[in-house]
């Protein structure tokens, strides 16, 4: 088996300021699907892409923000063999009981050092895809409801110790970088994009001075045609976008940014490069990401919202 250890992203628990205002957005325009509601009030939602219960969670909380990024692991033998190498490492865990998410198995928590909780866990109930199993038709009705991106792909973080966090996924979790950013005049690398796969990326960070920040919960998007098609969602709902529809440099996918009512920002991203453990990773100069098309291909600027707005 190759794809083996941490297996994928699996969930994204995203604060939002009004809960109504929040289900609209990630459930009606977002497209994705509502899984059910626990008893504190979170709400759980899934793409219609994906297989197991849930992916978003949606958590009301007077400040916007992403709560933890969760990792999913091959099995229970793989879960125990990471807690204790992250213990042996020097990383503080602790154990969250089964079932305090809705449908999953104990997960293994763990603070980084950019200041996220990032979680792994082996278990959530494997609901199949809505295309079904066996003899799958290319097409669901679930795929024109709103936005509707296949899953989630990836998050954006920002916060400080970026070199330690490259050490620890590397070292540690088992993530090759794929792609990284130096800082201007420096070798020092201030944004790292890291596979546990061969997707261009599973997770990415960029260095900040403010721990524990979100820049971006990304979705995959089946095209590019698909994505800009989401643009035009985007416009009828009053979405605010940030950046595009344009393609980054960097992964070399289609994208847009734009945020939710809570001013977290999200992604609608197709395509991208694949990398592999053994390649060489690209690196970009800090012109790069900006004048080079690093982050916008068309139009090759810094934006300055890239830098400054996260939440
Ligand atoms: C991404 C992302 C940049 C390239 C980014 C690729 C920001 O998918 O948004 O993390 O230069
Ligand atoms: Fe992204």
Redesign the pocket.
Known sequence: MAVSGVLRPGHAQIRVMDLDAGVHHYRDVLGLEEMGRDASGRVFLRAWDERDHHSVILRQDDNAGIDFFGFKVLDEATLDRLEADLQAYGVKTSRIPAGELMETGERVRFEIPSGHQIELYAHKTFMGGTLGQHDPSPYNAKMDKGIAPMRLD?C?LYGPNVGEVLELFTKVLGFHLAEYVTLPDSDEKGAL?LSCSNK??DI?FVIHPEPNKLH?V?FYMESWERVLRAADIMAANDVPVDIGPTR????R?G?IYAWDPSGNRF?T?SG?NISYPDQEPIGWSWEG?GEGG??DVAHRKMHET?LSVVT
Do not use: C, D, K, V
């Open positions: 990836h954006l994009w261009a990326h990415a971006h990304s980054h440099g960097i992964t996918g994208t992604e991203f991208g990401l690093g982050l890239f």
